[in-house]
């Protein structure tokens, strides 16, 4: 059986992340998937919902029409929790 077009558009999304050192984490109620955690840290921030950072809208229909919200957003997204982690990581290191 073959995977649902909507799973391998967000495999291939956390795949392409993995490759590059970025790990994501993501949750769904459907049509929603959310960006949950990005290297662990949880994201509270809210975009296209208010439960959570949406990334993701699966149709009703199951033909595969699903998409990513806005890929401009969502990378942002990660940009920024990659900074905050970045900076807890040196004001840790800096009270050493």
Do not use: C
């Not at 799973?7 to 049509?31: Q, W």
Request: glycine fraction near 8%; avoid cysteine; charge should be positive.
């Amino acid at each position: 059986m073959e995977a649902h077009p909507d799973i391998i558009k967000l495999e291939s999304f956390i795949n392409r992340l993995k490759r590059i050192g970025i790990d994501v984490e993501l949750f769904g109620n459907y049509p929603w998937v959310y960006l949950d955690k990005v290297n662990g840290k949880k994201i509270t921030s809210k975009y296209y919902a208010e439960h959570g950072f949406t990334i993701f809208f699966r149709s009703a229909r199951h033909d595969g029409t699903g998409n990513f919200t806005n890929l401009s957003i969502i990378f942002n997204e990660i940009r920024q929790s990659l900074k905050e982690i970045n900076n807890e990581g040196q004001s840790n290191s800096n009270s050493n």
